[in-house]
C-alpha cells in the first residue's frame, strides 16, 4: 500500500483487514487486493456510471471483466467490508 500512497500522493480512503485498499483521486480511482497466488495479474477493471442501478459486469473481447457501478453504490459496500468508517462518497 506504501508504494500507491506515494504513486498517488494520498493515502487510501478504505483499507479492509489490510488487505484491501481504495484510494480516490481527481485522476483515478484504484484499488488493490492482497491474493499472492495471483500476483501481477488484473482481476478487474471498472467505471462509475452514474445511470447503473446496481454493480454489473461484462467481458470484453480480452477476456478482461468490466465492472460498471455508481459511486454511492460501491461505497456502500467498501463501508460494509472495511475495518474503519470511509468517506468515499464523491
Partial sequence: MAEYSILLGSQPIAIAKNRYALWR???VNLSITEQPDKAGTVRHLGFE???ASQIASQYDSNGFEW???TAK???N???MQTTQRA???P
Avoid: A, P, V
Fill in 87 to 89: 468517506n468515499c462518497n
Fill in 77 to 79: 459496500i467498501i463501508q
Fill in 49 to 51: 456510471d452514474s445511470e
Fill in 25 to 27: 483521486t481527481n485522476e
Fill in 67 to 69: 465492472e460498471h457501478f
Fill in 73 to 75: 453504490r460501491y461505497c
